[in-house]
């Protein structure tokens, strides 16, 4: 073999190795980009993050979650998003009206009394300003909204469930570690011991695992099999119409001088009274 066919054999294996060694690169970037995600942190650690019915809503807030001698606040314009569409400021009265569909709440702003439903009741902790944001006692309004709320301290979490809503329970059965992604190579984002109870997010499992949230409010994924003794701890409330079929509604006239009328019956024809609200203003002619 001469020299020349000696330096381009030499140069080809060059150029072999090269492409080997970018084809393993490429092969290992692939990799890393392909499972990076069940190890890149995405924690909300500045702030107290807020769960609302297993789903961790931290990022969606306009403003954070406020935590004030063990009452929980949050901002208006959060409640607006997520609570009640209707929520508003009445100015003349410096009150916040918020409400269900079954409760109205009336909160004036700095005082420790609300109206539910018309009737007055004590609170704990009032509608408070900051900065131009109202903030309201979410903890206060459980009966409200139909919900119960709860803070975790040692993780700075706030848990909010709807009562309405079907809750399950299992414990595990061996000392078991939670995923941030439902696969064995993820990161662990917190350890439950045997034993220990978790409420499951849904009914639903991906190759095997289930995801769960443990009572530091963490959200992951634990193994399936991992969970024994399951339990409805609260069934799904479906609400049934009051009414069926077409509403015959009347107003029933009433004032500060004339109480409404004692309604112990049906009235006949009619299914739905409702209270009539108007102010006379006298007008003087021109």
């Known amino acids: 073999m001469s020299r020349k066919e000696k330096r381009e054999k030499k140069q080809g294996n060059r150029t ?20 990076a995600q069940n190890f890149i942190r995405n924690d909300i650690v500045d702030r107290t993050n807020f ?16 935590i004030e001698n063990e009452t929980v606040y949050v901002a208006k314009e959060d409640i607006s998003n ?16 918020t409400g269900s569909e079954k409760r109205i709440a009336a909160l004036v702003v700095g005082e420790n009394t609300m109206t539910d439903n018309g009737s007055t009741v004590k609170i704990s902790a009032p509608v408070i300003e900051k900065e131009g944001t109202y903030y309201l006692p979410i903890s206060e309004l459980e009966d409200i909204y139909n919900i119960k709320v709860e803070y975790i301290a040692n993780t700075d979490r706030v848990i909010v469930e709807s009562i309405d809503r079907k809750c399950v329970m299992a414990d595990s059965n061996c000392d078991n570690q939670v995923k941030y992604m439902p696969t064995g190579i993820s990161r662990t984002v917190d350890e439950i011991a045997r034993g220990e109870s978790v409420v499951l997010v849904n009914d639903s499992e991906e190759n095997g695992w289930i995801e769960v949230r443990t009572k530091r409010g963490i959200l992951g994924y634990v193994k399936q099999n991992s969970l024994t003794n399951e339990i409805v701890i609260r069934d799904a409330m479906e609400s049934v119409p009051k009414v069926e079929g077409k509403i015959s ?38």
């Not at 084809?23 to 499972?35: E, Q, R, W």
């Open 249 to 286: 509604m009347v107003w029933d006239y009433y004032s500060e001088y004339v109480d409404a009328p004692e309604r112990t019956g049906h009235i006949k024809g009619v299914n739905v009274v409702s209270p009539t609200m108007f102010v006379l203003v006298e007008r003087r002619k021109r």
């Open 51 to 66: 769960i609302v019915n297993n789903n961790n809503i931290t990022a969606d807030l306009e403003k954070p979650v406020l």
């Open 16 to 35: 072999i190795v090269k492409l080997i060694v970018t084809f393993l690169f490429v092969l290992a970037v692939c990799i890393v980009l392909k499972y």
């Open 82 to 97: 997520f609570f009640d569409q209707y929520v508003y400021f009445d100015e003349k009265y410096n009150t916040i009206v």
